[in-house]
C-alpha cells in the first residue's frame, strides 16, 4: 500500500509517500480501507519534534480517517466487507484496557499518528470494538473532518465544561478546526457562543460555524468585549484552544465560579497568569484532552439530525501531505483540510 512516511523530525518536505505492505488483520482486529485522512494541527506538532522526540521512526502521523472495511481478523463479526466505517480517535492497545473511560486514562491509550501507526495511509487496523459505523450519507472527505474534532468538542463542552442550555460560552479561535466544531456542539447544548479571530478573513467562517458573536481580537480588547456581550459577570465556560500568553485572558473572561478549559497550546504550551484572577472568584481550570467512542457517537447522532455539519475546507492526494501540513502550520486552513489516499 501507499502511505506518507516519516523518516525523520522536521517540517516543509516531511512525510513522503513510500509504498509499503498492506496489514493482515489481526485477531480481533478490521482492516479498514482509508479513503479520505483528516489533518489536524497535532499532526504537525508531531512531525516537527516537538510533541516526543522519542517516537520511533519511520512513522505514519494521522488520527482522523473514514474507510470502508476490508477484511476482518479472526473472531470478528457484526461488519460486511465493504461497509463505510470511522475508526476511533484514539484506544487502548491492551484488550483487558478496551473498557476504561475515559479512555485516554487507560495506561495503554493510544492515538493513532502518535503512539502507533495512523491514517495517512491506505489501510489500518483497528480493533473491532474501536470500528464506528459511518451512517452519517457524508462523503468520506466530509467524514474524514469528524472524529477528532467533534468527538473532543463533545467531551470539553459537555462532559468538562458542563454546559448547560442558556450558557454564555466562549470558543477561542473559531476558525481552527477544533474551535469551529465546538462552536457547533456549543449550539447544540443550547448555549450562546463568542467566539475569537485575528483577522476580519475568518470572521464570516466564523459566524457560518453558528457564532453569536464574533470578537476580533486584533482590534478589541478581548475581556472588555466578553464583559460587555455578558452584561458583566464574563462567560460561564471559556474553551481555551490556546495556551500561551491567550490563556490568562480566557480566565479572566470567565465570570465568578465560570469554568475554563484548557483543550490547547495554538499560540504556546507556556503560561503564566496571576493566580489571584483564578481563585479570587473561584473560577475552575480543567483540562480536557481526546475522546471516547461514546463522545463520537453523540456527535454523529447531531451530525445525522442535521444539526452539526463537517467544514471541509479542502482535500489534497496523500502525496502532498507535507503541504497540507503546512497550511495547518501556518493558520492558512478554516476547519479542516483531508488528504485523498487513492488519489493521484
Ligand atoms: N484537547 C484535545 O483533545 C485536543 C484535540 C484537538 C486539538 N487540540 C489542540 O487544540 C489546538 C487547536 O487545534 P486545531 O487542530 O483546531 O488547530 P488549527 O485548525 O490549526 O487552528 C489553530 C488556530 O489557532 C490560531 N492561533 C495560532 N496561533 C495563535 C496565537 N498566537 N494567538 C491566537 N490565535 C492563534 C489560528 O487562528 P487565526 O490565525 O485565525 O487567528 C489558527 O487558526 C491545538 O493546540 C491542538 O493540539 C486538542
Do not use: C
Not at 485477531?27 to 512531525?47: E, P, S
Not at 502532498?320 to 478554516?334: C, D, F, G, S
Request: charged share 20%; proline share 7%; no cysteine.
Amino acid at each position: 500500500m501507499k502511505a506518507a512516511i516519516m523518516r525523520a523530525f522536521g517540517d516543509t518536505d516531511i512525510p513522503q509517500i513510500e509504498e509499503i505492505a498492506t496489514p493482515k488483520p489481526g485477531a480481533g482486529n478490521v482492516l479498514i480501507k482509508i479513503l479520505a485522512a483528516g489533518v489536524n494541527r497535532l499532526d504537525h506538532y508531531i512531525r516537527e519534534g516537538s510533541i516526543s522526540p522519542d517516537i520511533p521512526l519511520p512513522h505514519i502521523l494521522g488520527a482522523d480517517a473514514a474507510g470502508a472495511v476490508a477484511a476482518l481478523g479472526s473472531g470478528v463479526t457484526g461488519f460486511e466487507i465493504g461497509e463505510r466505517v470511522i475508526p476511533a480517535p484514539g484506544f487502548p492497545q491492551k484488550e483487558s484496557e478496551f473498557d476504561v473511560r475515559p479512555v485516554v486514562t487507560a495506561p495503554s491509550f493510544a492515538l493513532p499518528g502518535l503512539g502507533r501507526w495512523g491514517t495517512y495511509a491506505q489501510y489500518m487496523e483497528v480493533p473491532a470494538p474501536f470500528v464506528m459505523k459511518d451512517d452519517t450519507g457524508l462523503s468520506p472527505e466530509e467524514t474524514a473532518t469528524l472524529p477528532v474534532a467533534l468527538g473532543t468538542a463533545v467531551r470539553a463542552l459537555r462532559d468538562v465544561g458542563e454546559v448547560k442550555a442558556g450558557d454564555k460560552v466562549l470558543i477561542q479561535a473559531g476558525a481552527s478546526g477544533s474551535g469551529s466544531m465546538q462552536i457547533q456542539v456549543a449550539k447544540v447544548l443550547g448555549a450562546e457562543v463568542a467566539t475569537t479571530i485575528r483577522s476580519e478573513e475568518k470572521r464570516a467562517f466564523a459566524e457560518s460555524a453558528g457564532a453569536d458573536q464574533v470578537i476580533n481580537t486584533r482590534e478589541q480588547d478581548l475581556v472588555a468585549a466578553v464583559h460587555d456581550w455578558t452584561g458583566g459577570p464574563g462567560a460561564d465556560v471559556v474553551i481555551d484552544n490556546l495556551g500561551g500568553d491567550v490563556l490568562a485572558q480566557s480566565i479572566e473572561a470567565a465570570k465568578p465560579l465560570g469554568v475554563i478549559v484548557a483543550f490547547g497550546f495554538a499560540a504556546g504550551p507556556q503560561v503564566s497568569f496571576d493566580v489571584r484572577t483564578l481563585f479570587f472568584s473561584q473560577k475552575q481550570l480543567r483540562g480536557s484532552m481526546a475522546s471516547d467512542p461514546e463522545h463520537l457517537a453523540w456527535g454523529l447522532e447531531q451530525v445525522r439530525a442535521g444539526r452539526i455539519r463537517p467544514l471541509l475546507d479542502r482535500t489534497l492526494p496523500l502525496s502532498r501531505a507535507a503541504e497540507a501540513l503546512q497550511l495547518v502550520a501556518t493558520n492558512q486552513v478554516k476547519g479542516n483540510v483531508v488528504l485523498l489516499p487513492w488519489q493521484d
